[in-house]
């Protein structure tokens, strides 16, 4: 009983001690008093897949296969899956941890000069143990804590660089296959351009041969057809380079896209007149500042604490024989108890250098 409430107090301390450093507040900014558009309707229309709003299958496939294949996606959500891993293993300790272990050896000690065994002992001896093991450091100043807070704040700050590649993919995405419709208007208006001119040069080639043109309005009309004709080669090259780069946004080979709605029958999203300021706090990249801010101001107070001393507890409880079947019999039970402190004396130059550090990242 006294045990366990030495223990229940121990923890109390332990969590509820102070914490070094300094605690993280959002910097104040000021902003209007009033809105030309209401907040939450802005909140609607940020959360919304806007891209469906074009109402182009095509565009919705092309989205839902880039955010499913693309490379860069998949990296930053196995970053996001890396931070929770810190995070978990940035945590533990602040938890007792219980493992358990077991030895068997056999030895013979020496029977003449110093040290010898005292007559009658049975030599050589054999030594089996076996038990669970629990250790625990006292996070009393906080620097477990202040770490854990930094992991935290980095593994949010990794999921808003994730929302960033998504919402820098689908922009991308929608772009590219707006200027790919662009592309193949410009194209269709490049070949009917070509077929007038065609018709023009040959109205003038006509008139030139039962003397009604010069032969200079003739070389003029042939100059502007082959002018139109050089077009069509690069604005096809364009279509193609286009494609090619969807084709890799979508995490496929190069190759030819399927095509939609035109431009004319595309509906462009709706954005509302006057978006709030509030909205910039929704930004995954202005988010991930916020939250690398708040990791840094918490790895400050982790450098800090290491001024201070470390209390660790270290336990056992098990049992020890001779003979291997009574390591588990009640007379064979064994126990021990103790506690470490480890004050930092000669390293108070290295931590200021870690607090320095961390107060200049």
Same mark, same amino acid.
């Given at each position: 009983?006294k045990?366990?409430s030495?223990?229940?107090?121990i923890?109390?301390?332990?969590?509820?001690?102070?914490m070094v450093?300094?605690?993280?507040?959002?910097?104040?900014?000021?902003?209007?008093?009033?809105?030309r558009?209401?907040?939450?309707q802005?909140?609607?229309?940020?959360?919304?897949?806007?891209w469906?709003?074009?109402?182009d299958?095509v565009?919705?496939k092309?989205?839902?296969?880039?955010?499913?294949?693309?490379?860069n996606?998949?990296i930053?959500?196995?970053?996001?899956?890396?931070?929770?891993?810190?995070?978990?293993?940035?945590r533990?300790?602040?938890?007792?941890?219980?493992g358990?272990?077991?030895d068997?050896?056999r030895?013979?000690?020496?029977?003449?000069?110093?040290?010898?065994?005292?007559?009658g002992?049975?030599?050589?001896?054999?030594?089996?143990?076996?038990?669970?093991?629990?250790?625990?450091?006292?996070?009393?100043?906080?620097?477990?804590?202040?770490?854990?807070?930094a992991?935290?704040?980095?593994?949010?700050?990794t999921?808003?660089?994730?929302r960033?590649?998504?919402?820098?993919?689908?922009?991308?995405?929608? =772009? $590219?296959y707006?200027? %790919?419709?662009g592309l193949?208007?410009? @194209?269709? #208006?490049a070949?009917? /351009? +070509?077929d007038?001119?065609?018709?023009?040069?040959?109205?003038?080639e006509l008139?030139?041969k039962?003397?009604?043109?010069?032969?200079m309005?003739?070389?003029?009309?042939r100059?502007q057809y082959?002018t139109?004709a050089?077009?069509?080669p690069?604005?096809?090259q364009?279509?193609v380079?286009v494609? =090619? $780069?969807?084709?890799? %946004?979508?995490?496929?080979?190069?190759? @030819?896209i #399927?095509?939609?709605k /035109? +431009?004319?029958?595309?509906t462009?999203?709706?954005?509302p007149?006057?978006?709030?300021s509030?909205?910039?706090?929704r930004?995954?990249d202005?988010m991930?500042a916020?939250?690398q801010?708040?990791?840094?101001?918490?790895?400050?107070?982790?450098?800090?604490?290491?001024?201070?001393?470390?209390?660790?507890?270290?336990?056992?409880?098990?049992?020890?024989?001779?003979?291997?079947?009574? #390591?588990?019999?009640g007379s064979?039970?064994?126990w021990n108890?103790?506690?470490?402190?480890?004050?930092?004396?000669?390293?108070?130059?290295?931590i200021?250098?870690?607090?320095?550090?961390?107060?200049?990242?």
């Amino acid at each position: 009983m006294k045990l366990r409430s030495l223990v229940v107090a121990i923890a109390a301390v332990s969590l509820s001690g102070c914490m070094v450093g300094p605690d993280y507040f959002r910097p104040a900014v000021d902003t209007p008093e009033a809105y030309r558009f209401e907040p939450k309707q802005a909140a609607e229309v940020a959360d919304a897949k806007w891209w469906t709003q074009y109402g182009d299958v095509v565009l919705d496939k092309l989205i839902a296969d880039s955010l499913a294949n693309n490379w860069n996606v998949q990296i930053a959500a196995a970053n996001v899956e890396a931070a929770a891993g810190i995070l978990t293993q940035t945590r533990a300790p602040i938890f007792p941890q219980l493992g358990y272990s077991a030895d068997s050896g056999r030895a013979r000690y020496t029977e003449s000069g110093d040290g010898a065994v005292a007559p009658g002992t049975v030599n050589p001896q054999s030594i089996n143990q076996a038990g669970f093991t629990a250790s625990w450091e006292l996070d009393l100043w906080g620097r477990i804590r202040r770490q854990s807070e930094a992991a935290q704040a980095n593994l949010l700050a990794t999921e808003q660089a994730r929302r960033g590649v998504i919402l820098t993919l689908v922009s991308s995405v929608t =772009n $590219a296959y707006l200027q %790919l419709r662009g592309l193949d208007e410009q @194209l269709a #208006v490049a070949h009917k /351009t +070509l077929d007038t001119y065609e018709q023009s040069l040959k109205f003038f080639e006509l008139q030139y041969k039962y003397g009604q043109n010069s032969e200079m309005s003739v070389a003029q009309a042939r100059s502007q057809y082959e002018t139109a004709a050089a077009q069509i080669p690069q604005i096809e090259q364009q279509i193609v380079e286009v494609e =090619n $780069a969807l084709s890799l %946004l979508a995490g496929r080979n190069p190759g @030819l896209i #399927v095509r939609g709605k /035109t +431009l004319a029958e595309l509906t462009a999203p709706a954005v509302p007149a006057g978006l709030p300021s509030q909205l910039l706090e929704r930004r995954p990249d202005i988010m991930q500042a916020e939250q690398q801010l708040i990791a840094a101001n918490a790895q400050i107070g982790a450098a800090k604490a290491l001024y201070y001393p470390s209390i660790s507890l270290t336990g056992f409880f098990g049992g020890a024989s001779s003979e291997l079947s009574d #390591v588990f019999n009640g007379s064979a039970k064994t126990w021990n108890f103790t506690g470490s402190v480890v004050v930092p004396i000669f390293m108070v130059v290295f931590i200021s250098g870690q607090v320095v550090q961390a107060e200049g990242s």
